[in-house]
Nanobody, 121 residues
Protein backbone atom coordinates (compact mmCIF):
# COMPACT_ATOMS: atom_id res chain seq x y z
CA UNK A 1 0.00 0.00 0.00
CA UNK A 2 1.35 3.40 -1.02
CA UNK A 3 0.18 6.57 0.66
CA UNK A 4 0.57 9.86 -1.16
CA UNK A 5 0.40 13.22 0.57
CA UNK A 6 0.20 16.43 -1.44
CA UNK A 7 1.08 19.86 -0.15
CA UNK A 8 1.80 23.33 -1.46
CA UNK A 9 -1.57 24.42 -2.73
CA UNK A 10 -3.02 27.83 -2.01
CA UNK A 11 -4.27 31.12 -3.39
CA UNK A 12 -2.14 33.01 -5.90
CA UNK A 13 -2.69 35.85 -8.33
CA UNK A 14 -2.69 35.25 -12.04
CA UNK A 15 0.86 35.22 -13.33
CA UNK A 16 2.21 33.92 -10.07
CA UNK A 17 3.81 30.61 -9.14
CA UNK A 18 3.27 27.70 -6.81
CA UNK A 19 5.13 24.47 -6.17
CA UNK A 20 3.20 21.36 -5.24
CA UNK A 21 4.83 18.42 -3.49
CA UNK A 22 3.75 14.80 -3.31
CA UNK A 23 5.45 12.57 -0.77
CA UNK A 24 5.12 8.81 -1.14
CA UNK A 25 5.23 6.55 1.91
CA UNK A 26 7.06 3.84 -0.01
CA UNK A 27 7.68 2.51 -3.50
CA UNK A 28 5.88 -0.64 -4.48
CA UNK A 29 6.92 -0.90 -8.12
CA UNK A 30 10.48 -1.04 -9.42
CA UNK A 31 9.40 0.81 -12.56
CA UNK A 32 6.82 3.43 -11.86
CA UNK A 33 5.16 6.61 -13.00
CA UNK A 34 3.99 9.43 -10.79
CA UNK A 35 1.40 11.72 -12.25
CA UNK A 36 -0.38 14.94 -11.50
CA UNK A 37 -4.05 15.41 -12.28
CA UNK A 38 -6.52 18.19 -11.57
CA UNK A 39 -10.25 18.58 -11.29
CA UNK A 40 -12.04 21.89 -11.53
CA UNK A 41 -15.60 22.36 -10.25
CA UNK A 42 -18.11 20.84 -12.63
CA UNK A 43 -15.40 19.30 -14.82
CA UNK A 44 -13.87 15.88 -15.19
CA UNK A 45 -10.48 15.11 -13.76
CA UNK A 46 -7.75 15.73 -16.31
CA UNK A 47 -4.13 14.74 -16.74
CA UNK A 48 -1.59 17.49 -16.07
CA UNK A 49 1.89 15.97 -16.02
CA UNK A 50 3.81 12.81 -15.20
CA UNK A 51 7.33 11.61 -14.58
CA UNK A 52 8.68 8.09 -14.83
CA UNK A 53 11.20 6.30 -12.66
CA UNK A 54 13.84 7.09 -15.29
CA UNK A 55 13.04 10.81 -15.32
CA UNK A 56 11.07 10.92 -18.56
CA UNK A 57 8.28 13.50 -18.46
CA UNK A 58 5.02 14.20 -20.22
CA UNK A 59 2.72 17.22 -20.06
CA UNK A 60 -0.76 18.20 -21.09
CA UNK A 61 -0.74 20.76 -23.89
CA UNK A 62 -2.47 23.28 -21.63
CA UNK A 63 0.48 23.42 -19.22
CA UNK A 64 3.49 22.88 -21.50
CA UNK A 65 6.08 25.59 -21.02
CA UNK A 66 4.52 26.71 -17.72
CA UNK A 67 4.61 23.64 -15.47
CA UNK A 68 7.58 21.43 -14.65
CA UNK A 69 7.44 18.03 -12.98
CA UNK A 70 10.47 16.72 -11.14
CA UNK A 71 11.37 14.20 -8.46
CA UNK A 72 13.72 13.65 -5.57
CA UNK A 73 14.39 9.93 -5.29
CA UNK A 74 16.05 10.25 -1.91
CA UNK A 75 12.90 11.79 -0.49
CA UNK A 76 10.40 9.74 -2.53
CA UNK A 77 8.85 13.06 -3.45
CA UNK A 78 7.56 14.47 -6.71
CA UNK A 79 7.13 18.16 -7.39
CA UNK A 80 5.01 20.21 -9.74
CA UNK A 81 6.39 23.69 -10.31
CA UNK A 82 3.63 25.88 -11.71
CA UNK A 83 4.55 29.21 -13.26
CA UNK A 84 2.55 31.85 -15.13
CA UNK A 85 -0.59 30.59 -13.48
CA UNK A 86 -3.94 31.40 -15.04
CA UNK A 87 -7.44 31.51 -13.61
CA UNK A 88 -8.26 28.38 -15.59
CA UNK A 89 -5.58 26.48 -13.62
CA UNK A 90 -7.85 26.70 -10.56
CA UNK A 91 -8.62 23.15 -9.45
CA UNK A 92 -7.95 20.47 -6.88
CA UNK A 93 -4.63 18.89 -7.82
CA UNK A 94 -3.99 15.22 -7.16
CA UNK A 95 -0.86 13.14 -7.41
CA UNK A 96 -1.04 9.49 -8.33
CA UNK A 97 1.26 6.47 -8.65
CA UNK A 98 1.28 3.42 -10.90
CA UNK A 99 3.57 0.85 -12.35
CA UNK A 100 4.92 1.61 -15.79
CA UNK A 101 7.68 3.01 -17.95
CA UNK A 102 6.08 5.66 -20.14
CA UNK A 103 4.80 8.73 -18.30
CA UNK A 104 1.29 9.89 -19.10
CA UNK A 105 -2.35 9.16 -18.42
CA UNK A 106 -3.21 5.61 -17.46
CA UNK A 107 -4.69 3.48 -14.77
CA UNK A 108 -3.14 4.79 -11.58
CA UNK A 109 -3.29 2.52 -8.56
CA UNK A 110 -2.80 5.02 -5.78
CA UNK A 111 -4.04 8.57 -5.29
CA UNK A 112 -3.43 11.38 -2.86
CA UNK A 113 -6.14 13.36 -1.13
CA UNK A 114 -5.68 16.45 -3.29
CA UNK A 115 -4.64 20.03 -2.67
CA UNK A 116 -6.57 23.12 -3.72
CA UNK A 117 -5.00 25.62 -6.09
CA UNK A 118 -6.90 28.86 -6.63
CA UNK A 119 -5.70 31.47 -9.10
CA UNK A 120 -7.34 34.87 -8.85
CA UNK A 121 -7.63 36.97 -11.98
Amino acid sequence: QVQLVESGGGLVQAGGSLRLSCAASTRTFSTYVMGWFRQAPGKEREFVAAISWSGATNYADSVKGRFTVSKDNAKDTVYLQMNSLKAEDTAVYYCAYRTGIVPGPGKYAYWGQGTQVTVSS
